[in-house]
């Protein structure tokens, strides 16, 4: 089992709807993930993922194991994120978008993660490394979406819902590692 071997990065990040960025929600672009002695994602350059979506994932990781029977969501780095549903019965918001994505397990053991591949190879982590990589990347796209200005609020209050509840999420969950 390999050691400290984990880095993810955003190498490019983009809107989809180029043509009003404003109304946009989901931020998109590519990803590099190198697990142990495994690149797992940044391998082609047409791949363009939902970054926003893939923070928030990995935000969930930092405090719960994410396992093929426990996700935190479809995928880590999910092909599409586009379905934000919250209500007062959910502990969370659901993410919901194509079938699509790249993916690996996160399982803490004793101040460390397991990370193991699709592939089954598997890395010990020290946690706090973990957290340092995962939080440079939720920040990235943080300040993405700073950088890009105020949103347009979606007209339709369910959708409204999920988007601002994906961001009240985002923040409480994000507050607690300062």
């Given at each position: 089992?390999?050691?400290?071997?984990?880095?993810?990065?955003?190498?490019?990040?983009?809107?989809?709807?180029?043509?009003?960025?404003?109304?946009?929600?989901?931020?998109?672009?590519?990803?590099?993930?190198?697990?142990?002695?495994?690149?797992?994602?940044?391998?082609?350059?047409?791949?363009?993922?939902?970054?926003?979506?893939?923070?928030?994932?990995?935000?969930r990781t930092l405090e719960r194991n994410?396992?093929?029977?426990?996700?935190?969501?479809?995928?880590?780095?999910?092909?599409?994120?586009?379905?934000?549903?919250?209500?007062?019965?959910?502990?969370?918001?659901?993410?919901?978008?194509?079938?699509?994505?790249?993916?690996?397990?996160?399982?803490?053991?004793?101040?460390?993660?397991?990370?193991?591949?699709?592939?089954?190879?598997?890395?010990?982590?020290?946690?706090?490394?973990?957290?340092?990589?995962?939080?440079?990347?939720?920040?990235?796209?943080?300040?993405?979406?700073?950088?890009?200005?105020?949103?347009?609020?979606?007209?339709?209050?369910?959708?409204?819902?999920?988007?601002?509840?994906?961001?009240?999420?985002?923040?409480?969950?994000?507050?607690?590692?300062?």
């Amino acid at each position: 089992m390999n050691t400290n071997k984990f880095s993810i990065e955003v190498t490019e990040m983009n809107w989809l709807f180029k043509e009003d960025i404003h109304a946009d929600l989901c931020a998109h672009g590519k990803v590099k993930v190198e697990i142990g002695n495994e690149l797992i994602a940044g391998i082609k350059d047409d791949e363009n993922w939902t970054i926003s979506a893939s923070a928030l994932f990995l935000l969930r990781t930092l405090e719960r194991n994410h396992t093929k029977e426990n996700q935190v969501g479809e995928h880590l780095i999910p092909c599409c994120g586009f379905f934000l549903v919250f209500d007062k019965d959910m502990d969370e918001v659901y993410v919901g978008g194509c079938p699509s994505g790249i993916d690996w397990e996160v399982i803490h053991e004793n101040g460390n993660v397991k990370l193991r591949t699709e592939s089954g190879k598997e890395t010990l982590v020290d946690f706090n490394f973990y957290k340092s990589e995962v939080l440079k990347f939720v920040d990235r796209v943080e300040n993405f979406y700073i950088e890009s200005g105020e949103k347009k609020m979606p007209e339709d209050e369910f959708d409204r819902r999920g988007y601002l509840e994906f961001w009240h999420e985002w923040k409480m969950r994000r507050s607690k590692w300062k």
